[in-house]
């Protein structure tokens, strides 16, 4: 029985270590790839806005939704950036991430045809995957908080699309412990969506942007 018990503990400590080590490599690898808005940016012609929630109602972008987009509102009108995809989940009729997020961003200055929703961004996956078979985007600047940056990066890239990232870290976030811990375990997810079993993605028509 205590060899049973001993390697069960040992199993479920490798087990445990698996996303963090994978959390590791991850971060290690695309630091590099990682600018804070102050940085001098490389231009890319395309940003990609992840979704992060609604509040209000579902009318408003929630603080970390808003600080995304306002990131990338600031790398348009320095002219970083000419279009923006706002990549966000529109399951429900009462719940439309994507236009809140259009919507908030031409209140900033953005023109309409600058932007372009992605209706079928419902997780980080989606969204990369989408970015190149929808939209025929190859390169790209992935504009969200550091805490997901590292992932966003990780799927982009291994999903073909060329990609570099800005942090949108514009305030200190209620909850984010939740968020890092939540992301590393979502990170072994990503590696088994990449290359044991690929997800099924929403699919449609060709956007050119």
């Not at 009729?93 to 929703?117: C, H, K, T």
């Amino acid at each position: 029985m205590r060899r049973i018990l001993t390697g069960v503990i040992i199993g479920l400590l490798i087990i445990l270590a698996v996303p963090f080590s994978i959390r590791l490599y991850v971060v290690n690898t695309y630091v590099p790839l990682m600018f804070d808005p102050a940085d001098a940016i490389p231009g890319h012609r395309v940003a990609i806005v992840f979704g992060a929630g609604l509040s209000d109602y579902g009318q408003q972008p929630s603080a970390v939704l808003e600080d995304r987009i306002m990131t990338a509102v600031d790398l348009y009108k320095q002219g970083t950036v000419q279009k923006i995809i706002m990549s966000g989940d529109n399951r429900f009729d009462d719940y439309n991430e994507p236009q809140v997020m259009i919507d908030f961003a031409r209140e900033q200055g953005v023109r309409q045809s600058d932007l372009q929703a992605d209706f079928a961004g419902r997780r980080t996956y989606d969204t990369c995957y989408r970015a190149k078979a929808i939209f025929g985007v190859h390169e790209a600047i992935l504009i969200t908080q550091e805490f997901h940056l590292p992932r966003a990066l990780y799927t982009c890239n291994a999903l073909g699309v060329k990609s570099i990232g800005v942090v949108a870290d514009r305030r200190l976030y209620e909850g984010i412990e939740l968020f890092q811990l939540r992301d590393t375990l979502a990170l072994t997810k990503s590696f088994i969506d990449l290359y044991v079993s690929p997800p099924d993605v929403v699919l449609g028509d060709k956007i050119r942007i």
